[in-house]
């Protein structure tokens, strides 16, 4: 019944998707509360909430720094385990596992004593301020400490889902989730350790999901176990797991490249307020993109299965069901942040100024917002199939190649000032979301269809 229970080339491509799919996007809702309820607790700090916000807000390109080595190597992994599995190949594919939880170690050790070393400039250069940087620096070194268990529950809660272990890989989240929303207001107010708490409570938080994690996958539940002797590193699924991750990672890094762009702009156009402005917009947006990023997480190990087990047929049920619904979901999102912006900006914090200035800011950079769906359903169909070379090139095109020369470009033109850095984003939407859409229709799209021909379906 175990077998049955994960063999995702049974049942219906739809089903398949959204057994995973639920869970998975309660469990990334979850996840982002890690971050959001630290900002959430931090921007009600008495006579500081705005600054502290702020400083807070200048800490996230290297918060997705971190996230980008967990994509890299789990992210990378994931799909990997997921196509040698659905060969049969059970050596290979635990294999894949230890070799990605063993990545996830050493790079996190290396990220931490690097981060540590140089984390003064890096945070002046991200624009922070005399007044900010304080808070930015509170906040950075305790959580970079940490950094090793963001990334081991991170990384390794993939290949729990690859397993068709949702539920489990919520609870890998919601333990520490739950944990941290115990501890912020213990730490922050009633310690009265403000910044600090909050980075303490959320890195002793991800140390207890990064057990769970790795305690299921070595236990005896899963088919495919976490063994000791897999932890060594062997050169060639290392550059498998990196060449297949490295969409991952290239959207994080430039996640990261936009954030430090765009708070240095907003600083020299706007000041210490519209770096706070971003704050907000960077969690509204991370709460937003959650049923998406669910949906096609979801959707890649069923289509990396089915394309393993020749199903073709399937993996393109798949992909239309992922472009439609994703679509669908993003843009009944976007017209209620258009409605509603206030609702999103006063749990984040509730000072006049900084709400005034974030409502049109908002209005701008989310037009046109579902048109991410569409980059984000290209870009899952690639990684499922390991297609490395096209989901890093549409990472880059939209990030490195729009959004960081808008950026830079907008504010100077025609006096757009601190407008033209909100409106770099949907611009990026429209562009990339349409090339890297319509490039996976004329290539991956026409690929299966052909394979399809060629091998008709084996498995009812």
């Not at 309660?26 to 971050?35: K, M, R």
């Not at 963001?150 to 919520?170: D, E």
């Not at 600083?267 to 991370?286: K, P, W």
Request: proline share 4%; net charge positive.
């Amino acid at each position: 019944m175990k077998q049955q229970q994960n063999d995702f080339a049974r049942g219906s491509i739809p089903s398949n998707i959204m057994r995973l799919a639920i869970p998975m996007i309660f469990a990334q809702l979850i996840n982002v509360l890690y971050n959001i309820v630290d900002r959430m607790y931090i921007g009600h700090i008495p006579e500081a909430a705005a600054n502290a916000l702020t400083g807070l807000g200048i800490t996230f390109p290297i918060l997705c720094l971190v996230t980008a080595f967990a994509n890299l190597f789990g992210g990378g992994g994931a799909p990997l385990f997921s196509i040698a599995w659905g060969k049969g190949d059970r050596q290979t594919a635990e294999e894949i596992m230890g070799n990605s939880f063993a990545l996830l170690l050493g790079t996190g050790a290396l990220l931490t004593a690097v981060i540590l070393l140089f984390k003064q400039p890096l945070l002046y250069l991200f624009g922070a301020s005399e007044v900010t940087f304080p808070y930015a620096d509170q906040y950075l070194t305790i959580y970079i400490c940490g950094s090793i268990f963001v990334m081991a529950g991170l990384g390794m809660n993939n290949f729990i889902n690859a397993q068709g272990f949702a539920r489990v890989g919520m609870g890998t989240v919601l333990i520490g989730a739950v944990l941290n929303l115990i501890l912020d207001p213990i730490f922050i107010f009633i310690f009265d350790m403000g910044v600090s708490g909050a980075a303490l409570a959320t890195v002793l938080s991800q140390l207890v999901s990064s057990i769970w994690a790795v305690a299921f996958l070595a236990g005896k539940r899963v088919p495919m176990r976490l063994r000791l002797c897999n932890l060594r590193v062997r050169l060639c699924l290392f550059k498998r797991i990196s060449a297949l991750g490295f969409s991952g990672f290239i959207m994080s890094v430039t996640n990261s490249g936009v954030q430090i762009v765009c708070n240095a702009t907003l600083q020299a156009f706007g000041g210490d307020l519209y770096v706070g402005v971003m704050t907000i917009i960077n969690s509204v947006r991370e709460i937003a993109s959650v049923p998406v990023n669910g949906l096609t997480s979801a959707a890649q190990p069923v289509m990396g299965y089915n394309y393993g087990a020749k199903e073709y047929r399937r993996v393109r049920s798949g992909i239309k069901f992922t472009s439609i619904t994703g679509f669908i979901l993003l843009a009944a999102i976007w017209i209620f942040l258009l409605a509603f912006p206030e609702f999103f900006i006063s749990i984040f914090n509730d000072d006049p100024a900084l709400v005034s200035a974030t409502i049109p800011a908002i209005h701008l950079y989310f037009f046109g917002f579902f048109m991410m769906a569409l980059q984000m359903a290209g870009q899952s169909a690639a990684v499922s199939l390991g297609k490395s070379k096209q989901a890093v090139f549409f990472s880059l095109l939209r990030k490195a190649f729009i959004v960081i020369p808008l950026t830079l470009i907008l504010p100077n033109f025609m006096n757009l000032g601190v407008n033209g850095v909100f409106l770099a984003e949907p611009i990026s939407n429209f562009i990339g979301g349409g090339a890297c859409f319509i490039t996976m229709l004329c290539t991956i799209w026409r690929e299966l269809k052909q394979k399809e021909q060629q091998e008709p379906s084996s498995i009812v």
